[in-house]
């Protein structure tokens, strides 16, 4: 059995390993850890790892006011620590550039941008971690050979949201170094199997849903500009939303492929260990779970209010977990029928059924 401890450079960013999403009370980083895109990291406690965003700390014109500390950082008036930036406290100075104005919804989605990034940022660490695990139980090479993909799919995914959390903010935007972390790494498919059942079959299965369906919801913006209007969108540039789209859209494909891994990982272990399999059914990947952690997700709308948004991905949820190793009321389906529409959502949800039948 491995024991490896990272040492630490910065604070920790640490959130339980619970799938609730609870509210930011102060709105910062280390109060809790908002559900992101990717894999969770989690250290040997089940604690979530995070690292701290550093950002630029030059003056911010927000609705045309500057906001800067009471303290300038070096003492002087050229630079200052922009204190509505929701993790500002565990932040660090980057560099700086000339001020410019930044309109309330872009600084926000910039914040949301950021945030993302850095659920990216974790996601290499995640996946890093899972290929040792799967080596230590002796997993299947493709197992092995694609979480290692999935690593560098991360690190391009975090790349991006740091260029569109950067170019929304006004400023540059990187991520800190990860804080302590232990990790163990012991022959148990049992434990690896309760560990990627929720990261994987659950938490980043409906991350990618959830950027699916941001995708279509900002596609129908685009259609028509005036909608834009009362949205969180509004305000940003069209060509730069176009920008975000796209990449949001790569992103949310990859992570079908991350999302397809994961449920294939469950397979595998059901084949070689029927005790390890009985037991993530049990306490996981059962209808009664899988129902509770799409409404703790999700509750009763999606962000925007498209009530057809939430529809679809709840369809497309319940469509894969039933196909896919869980024991489900009714008769068995067909792997394309009764998902509505050709949303991306839905799309992604053939993709990750696709990516765990065809292997």
Known sequence: EADIMFSPTTPAIVGTGSLDTPALDDGTFDACIKAVPGRPFMDSTGSTIQAPPLIATTPTVVGGVKSCPKEDVDGTSSLCVMESYPSINNSSVVDSSSSAYISQNQLLLGQEWTKNAIGEHA??????AFSIALMTNQAPADLLQDALEA???????????FD????????????????ESKHEFGQNTKALAMAVAKEGCVDETL??????????????????NGALVGTKYADIDV?????????????????????????????WICRIDPEACSMVKQHILNEEELDRAFQRRFGHSFGHGTGDALKIMEESWKKLYSHVYVPARGTEVSLYDNISGESLVALMAKKVLQGVMDK
């Open 123 to 128: 996601s290499v660490a995640s996946f890093s």
């Open 239 to 267: 060509d730069i939303l176009g920008w975000i789209r796209d990449e949001l859209r790569t992103i949310a494909l990859e992570e079908s492929g991350h999302a397809a891994l994961a449920w294939r990982t469950v397979k």
């Open 207 to 224: 991350s990618a849903f959830e950027a699916a369906a941001e995708v279509d919801f900002i596609d129908a913006l685009l259609e028509n």
């Open 151 to 161: 690593a560098l799919d991360e690190m391009r995914h975090a790349e991006t949201s």
């Open 164 to 179: 569109i959390a950067s170019k929304l903010m006004g400023q540059e935007v990187q991520p800190g170094p990860l804080p």
